[in-house]
């Protein structure tokens, strides 16, 4: 087991074969684009950003690209019955189908990760407006989840081609901090874990940063295992998550019956401010879990001196944890769709380059609180 202090080695065993200057946009395929794109802003802060649909020549579906610094949110739903986005839905509910990563050559990425294995999304395409062309291109990942290559350095436009500006001058809610993607976690079905670890290594030049076993995530009755995959340059980090035995269902058991298969269990976004950041959200109405109160009796003990002080974070329900570079503050939402499927992250890394799993435990107790209430721990 790696330290954190050790992770600049392993990035260097990272296989430069397919550079990725970082997440690009992040894809949901939603039952209702138009009210999720009012949610998204309304509840977290994202900015109106693009649009396509009929007004733009789209036939069959409806997109709304909603943005908040460098994390963009593109919201789709079909427009009418029996396409592709519209089984996906019907399958898994509203979720996460596209994690889209930004390259230089989205056609040599396509045709390395072909070469070492991958299966195809989406053949090398060019897409072209008056403010220039996009590539992109796309291989199939754990479940019906995909990632898409997009290469524009030959575009200076707004989002994509295809897309027009989405204006709305009435209603702009304001930003609530959130700047980037810091990772992205997939749950995957028992014993398939590794070979999405492998899948990472081998197709993507992964490497596997940080490995948890159900001894270290466990409560008295679930467990599970969880590998945590970084591209060489750490900008891009999937933990993989696999149910391990335990006395009752695991989360990630209730996450692959609901979302009826394997796909992205929660996108992680930072804040330079996690107190600030969680204050506003909660009083939009984003819900999130709670850890009992004594979890702050002893978290000074813990975690040791940090900057904030210890009221806020116990009002509001925030986690801390430590490892040899420093500490993190995070806390989850509940699922924000009807399935108890997808959730949010809000991070805060202060030198910390780990995941928090100081709070596995009591966050976990958390969830199965959650689970015992719909019935399905
Ligand atoms: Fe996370």
């Known amino acids: ?28 395929y939603v039952s209702n684009s138009k009210q999720a794109a009012h949610f998204y802003k309304s509840a977290f802060g994202f900015q109106s950003h693009a649009y396509a649909g009929l007004e733009t020549g789209l036939q069959d579906r409806e997109s709304y690209v909603v943005i908040q610094d460098k994390i963009k949110l593109v919201l789709t739903s079909p427009l009418k019955s029996g396409t592709a986005i519209g089984k996906h839905i019907d399958s898994h509910g509203d979720g996460v189908k596209v994690i ?4 230089d050559d989205a056609t040599a990425a396509y045709e390395n990760a072909m070469q070492r294995g991958a299966k195809s999304f989406l053949e090398p395409t060019k897409e072209s407006d008056d403010n220039g062309s996009v590539v992109r291109s796309g291989i199939y990942t754990y479940g019906e989840t995909v990632h898409v290559f997009v290469e524009r350095k030959d575009y200076n436009g707004l989002f994509l081609p295809g897309f ?46 940080l490995s948890f076993d159900d001894n270290d995530i466990s409560t008295e009755y679930t467990a599970l295992m969880s590998k945590v995959m970084s591209n060489g340059n750490g900008r891009i ?19 692959l019956d609901f979302y009826e298969g394997e796909g992205v269990q929660h996108i992680a ?33 813990r975690v040791g001196k940090i900057d904030e002080d210890i009221a806020p974070l116990r009002e509001l329900g925030i986690l801390v944890d430590r490892d040899d570079e420093g500490y993190l503050l995070q806390i989850f939402t509940k699922p924000v769709e009807p399935r108890p499927t997808m959730f949010f992250e809000i991070i805060q890394r202060k030198g910390a380059q780990s995941f928090g799993k100081g709070n596995f435990k009591a966050l976990f107790e958390a969830i199965e609180r959650e689970q015992e209430l719909r019935g399905t721990l």
């Open 100 to 103: 889209a990563l930004w390259v």
């Open 1 to 28: 087991m790696p330290t954190t202090l050790e992770l600049p080695k392993i990035y260097e065993a990272a296989q430069d074969f397919m550079p990725l200057n970082g997440t690009d946009y992040l894809e949901l």
């Open 269 to 301: 976004v930072a804040t330079d401010d996690i107190i600030s950041t969680v204050r506003q959200l909660r009083s939009r109405g984003i819900e999130f879990l709670r850890v009992p109160d004594t979890y702050y009796d002893a978290v000074t003990d």
């Open 164 to 209: 027009k500006k989405w204006e709305t001058p009435n209603y702009n809610p304001e930003s609530v901090g959130l700047k980037y993607v810091d990772h992205m976690v997939g749950n995957v079905e028992l014993g398939r874990m590794n070979h999405w670890v492998e899948f990472y290594e081998k197709v993507m030049g992964f490497v596997n940063i």
């Open 237 to 255: 980090k999937f933990p993989i998550n696999e149910p391990a035995e335990g006395l009752k269902r695991s989360q990630v058991d209730e996450y």
